[in-house]
């Protein structure tokens, strides 16, 4: 009898370490007109952070070299409910052209076309609640529009997570 709880523990146990612990918070910069392949596997990757309740990140270049690192997990916490706060995730494409729409006198409009831009997209995963929103030409856009406060707004989340771990957005 014991040998099956013992076979059946074992099994458990590997199916628990098998299962891929998904990040509290993650950051990419999807590129666009442009691959990067990891230096490691060769495979294309996304440029970005992935920060696990743990305290484990993983850090993706854009020149395709790859890092680990670990934060305190209390860090962690304080990082999640400042971006949960903060309501990154309610700046989207269509918030950002009504507030620029506002912004103008009436019977104008002004609009910038940016190429060749990366995608940011920033998601918060706390219990059974994920929180996410993408932005086409994030840094290229706030350039152009300085007083967009939704902009701003977006911007700050995501450099608060490449602050909390000790890396630059564009390292």
Known sequence: MRLP???????LLALTCAAKQQPVVSVSSDPSGLT????KTGKKMIPGVDIYSDGSVTIRH????????????????RLLKSLVHSKFYRVTEDSFDAE?????????????????????????SQGHVTHSTSFYGLWEMSEHYRNSKQLK??????????????????D
């Open 5 to 11: 709880v013992s076979a059946l523990a074992v099994g």
């Open 153 to 170: 707004l977006l911007k700050d989340a995501i450099l608060q997570v490449y602050a909390a771990v000790g890396e630059k957005v564009y």
């Open 100 to 124: 620029v729409d506002a912004s103008q006198r009436p019977g104008t409009t002004e609009r910038i076309v940016i190429t060749d831009c990366p995608t940011w997209t920033l998601r918060v």
């Open 36 to 39: 990067v392949e990891s230096q």
């Open 62 to 77: 854009y020149d395709g070299s790859e890092a680990t690192k670990h934060i305190d997990v209390a860090a962690v916490d």
